[in-house]
């Protein structure tokens, strides 16, 4: 089964604006003392941005990803369809964040740190394992687009599943130092989606 | 009145990116004692997971149906809306049987089995309606597939309708025991998605 | 400022998509007395399946009339924008009414029934105002569409627009026995889909 | 990277279709004197109101916007991000503001004011920044387009930013005379949909 990218995009494009749109559920209308009741949720605010560009830096890459592919089999649906499963699980561990640093203990903001990094982790994964799929599978990719690009662009999601171990490790002393890397993260992977480094996107011009 | 397929798909394709996205919304953040109150609400990620493949299955079993669909008439539109209603119910089914397994009394798992099985069972009836409606209109077909596939398709959901019975008969005896359909039925329509036998998407080779 | 229809549809296909999919999210998940509480609940279930039925039928009506134009001016963007309104309302009213005739007085039932009904006739009144309007402009309109078709039509929009205030007095005798015009109503609008009758959709074979 | 700007459209009438439509879940089921519960809600219905049409008349700037852009590169994908943000948050500031305006304070009345302002200028201000942008970026217009007609059109989201504040200012003394510019803005931006004025869409007649 070899079918061409374009309803897979659709279906992907759909699940990823519902993902993004559907984090506003999560802001809270206070009922009384409205100004100090929203100046006191920034924590929730700052989870809401955060996972909003988390998603929206998803879908960049997800976009950059399909112009280079030009069929899907049913593995890739599957890869993809796991993808989507982390990124639209997202807003929860977001919220579980956002309460626990508002009105949490230690113990529940350490807690809402590991199972935001896990959430994270399983994301990170799941791209590994899709440029892995693709790199040995060079029949499905676009013209010009060689099995070498996808080597290359391993390392991206590796860091990124080793950077949620380093925060939950700083969470036990420091659960709020631990927020950083829910900025540090999707602002690497925004600036990285045409692909790591040039040197990997063609071949080596020294060669 | 027939049409083309496309805007059936488009709108099929919208209905499943939003019933497998609202799913995030039955996972509830706990107040306090969150370390443990994530642990013990397991039966929700159970529940959460099935319902996601679930849906995930359906979307690549449509989107491998209307490859073989050429146009559309009036019933096909009417019989497409029956199945979308079974799949945007699921979220219910999920979230009551997730709830009972958590913190209800036998009685209330075995309703809550009874609950999925009647949507999975009706899920099941609706394609069985649509591959027998396609076997007595070839003309709706897409170039090269016969009306004889979908007569082999059939015994598919046959199963689909059978198994919740079975299911409500074990949650009698064992309630967790019945969740086992759960994940089987899924990986069951994931790994038959294609069809369910060369022999029945072609010309017997033999005759 | 006339466009091609394309976006509007993707646009109107998604809002239809959500409204109709959102619909489970009245269906509230019992705490305890699992079986027990689903069936008291009956009142709602027919609610969903009503405002389920009632979006697939604009949907089919929508996809209909869109088929019959060829380009939509500023005009028709805001008349399809009054339309999808009344329709991604339409969950609010459904769960008011479902509310009521589960547990409210008689008054509440019929201020249920009337806002059901306000919503109902301005869904109505947006169907006739778009077949008015597309009437003057003929420029607007698909090959072989003319404006006699849809001054023909307008006749469907005004029975939907009488029928609620029918159903209002009829609840001020009897709540349960209005609830019937929202299953003939849609029912009638998914019959009369391609249009009132032949006669209307062509030139007149005697003439 | 130069991408056609047609999924960048898909996914964004995916944000705004979906936006529009979760509206809908701010508006709450009364429970019990149903009918004064509901005359008592407008402010609700009055807030649902201005936010459907906010929505909608984004989504008629954003298609007439696209119109005149012939690709998209990384700065306007972002650019369109930031004013999805925007958008998609809408729903939050307009809940707040409802309730407020229902049983708040007057204080609580002037910090709902304060937070719909808020949002309303930086939607305002990411099209003054898209504006400017695609000013500076001739090569991304479409045929036809200058980009002296984007200079001219960063007039209106001045108007936008400068409009809330004067809002606040007004809440201080009457926070519901505030809420006419939720009538007014909108309406504004529906009429000017397809350009200021006659004159900064093209060359000067008398030039």
Known sequence: ????????????DGVLAIAITLLVLDLKVPEDHVAHALLAAWPTYLAYLSAFLYIGVVWVNHH??????????????????ALLLTVSVLPFPTAVLAS????????????????????QSLMALSWY???????????????GITADFFRGER?????????????????????RAALATYVILPVFYAVTAQGWAPRTAGPDPAA
Not at 1 to 11: I, T
Not at 67 to 81: F, K, M
């Open 64 to 81: 950059a990803l399909f112009t280079r592919i030009a069929s899907v089999d049913a593995g890739l649906l599957w890869c993809n369809l």
């Open 100 to 119: 626990a640093m508002n009105h949490g203990t230690h113990g529940d903001q350490v807690a809402a740190v590991v199972l935001y990094a896990i959430v």
């Open 155 to 175: 390392a991206r999601p590796v860091i990124g599943i080793v950077a949620p171990v380093i925060a939950v490790l700083v969470s036990t002393v420091s659960p």
């Open 129 to 143: 394992v899709i440029y892995g799929y693709l790199m040995r599978r060079p029949h499905l990719l676009a013209e």
């Open 1 to 12: 089964l070899l079918v061409e990218s374009g309803r897979v995009e659709a279906f992907s």
